[in-house]
């Protein structure tokens, strides 16, 4: 049984770097083709892909956000980490962590985590 | 604006048929890649709906189904019934935006 979920802080002040940790069961970084990606979604709107890491290290981020996103993972205690610098209040939302599946053309999101709620506020 | 385009919402009476479109563009459906869909039930994480070539996860009832053609593709659910009412999303792979996973905006499925 997979599952995932994400941990942090619930509050973050403008300015400050955001640190998210990613606790998963049920399958392992270290097996060839596993992928786990971060993705947010503020309040009512959609979804945005964030960062990704891969079995190999290989890391991939969002273009957008690429200078302020930075993704790492250890094996032994089944996590993944996403930071975040210089958060501002637009970055306020859900924060999930999702593993990736892949069909012949594509990568999906098969097992998420239930999402934590970050608020970016003075 | 999200590089793949849903309605914001759609509505239907319990044991109709609705659909829902995701349009995209040459970079990412129309290059052939898959598109995938999730449901988003109020408070809760999206799950999994389809993922390849009409793949359901075991526990989605097949009175969901997707197609996809050119640029576009599409959700559609048969036999309406109230816990369907969510929101739906669906997401491809981009290859113009270096590697970028993408979602569309989401849909509103209301039941009447």
């Known amino acids: 049984q997979v599952t995932l979920k994400e941990s942090g802080p619930a509050l973050v002040k403008p300015t400050q770097t955001l640190t998210l940790t990613c606790t998963f069961s049920?399958?392992?970084?270290?097996?060839?083709?596993?992928?786990v990606s971060w993705i947010r979604q503020p309040s009512g709107k959609a979804l945005e892909w964030l960062a990704r890491?891969?079995?190999?290290?290989?890391?991939f981020y969002s273009t957008s956000l690429k200078t302020r996103l930075s993704i790492s993972k250890d094996t032994s205690k089944n996590q993944v980490v996403l930071t975040m610098t210089n958060m501002d209040p637009v970055d306020t939302a859900t924060y999930y962590c999702?593993?990736?599946?892949?069909?012949?053309?594509?990568?999906?999101?098969?097992?998420w985590g239930q999402g934590t709620l970050v608020t970016v506020s003075s | 604006q999200s590089v793949l385009t849903q309605p914001p919402s759609v509505s239907g009476a319990p044991g109709q048929r609705v659909t829902i479109s995701c349009t995209g563009s040459?970079?990412?459906?129309?290059?052939?890649?898959?598109v995938f869909w999730y449901q988003q039930l109020p408070g809760t994480a999206p799950k999994l709906l389809f993922y390849?070539?009409?793949n359901r996860p075991s526990g989605v009832p097949d009175r969901f189904s997707g197609s996809k053609s050119g640029t576009s593709a599409s959700l559609a659910i048969t036999g309406l019934q109230a816990e369907d009412e969510a929101d739906y999303f669906c997401?491809?792979?981009?290859?113009?935006?270096?590697?970028?996973?993408?979602f569309g905006g989401g849909t509103k499925l209301t039941v009447l």
């Open positions: 999702a593993r990736m599946g892949s069909s012949t053309s594509a990568y999906y999101f098969d097992y």
């Open positions: 049920g399958f392992s970084l270290s097996t060839s083709g596993m992928r």
């Open positions: 890491i891969d079995w190999d290290d290989d890391k």
């Open positions: 040459s970079s990412n459906i129309g290059t052939g890649y898959d």
């Open positions: 390849g070539n009409n």
């Open positions: 997401q491809s792979y981009d290859s113009s935006l270096s590697g970028n996973w993408v």
